[in-house]
């Protein structure tokens, strides 16, 4: 809904998958898939889903649950 201001609580990671957020963050803005705000009318939190057998890779996911009930059909 315009002029409507979505919060949701941020997501708590463990140290070391912290790190790597915030490594794959900064590829990402380096590639200019993402770019850096100060604020934004509504966000969603990320969900990191591990990939491989060795625990250190994962996909980075957006979930959008908390955000969905905010938006209208078309």
């Known amino acids: 809904k315009p002029g409507t ?3 949701n609580k941020p997501t708590l ?3 070391d998958r ?9 590829k990402l803005e ?3 898939v993402m770019k850096r ?3 934004c009318e509504c966000a969603c ?9 060795s625990g250190q890779d994962y996909r ?3 979930n959008f649950v908390d955000l ?3 938006t209208e059909d078309l």
């Open 5 to 7: 201001r979505i919060y």
């Open 13 to 15: 990671l463990p140290l």
């Open 18 to 26: 912290r790190a790597w957020v915030q490594e794959e963050m900064e």
């Open 30 to 32: 380096k590639a200019g």
């Open 37 to 39: 705000v100060a604020t």
């Open 45 to 53: 939190n990320i969900v990191l889903v591990e990939q491989g057998q």
């Open 60 to 62: 980075m996911c957006s």
């Open 68 to 70: 969905n009930p905010h």
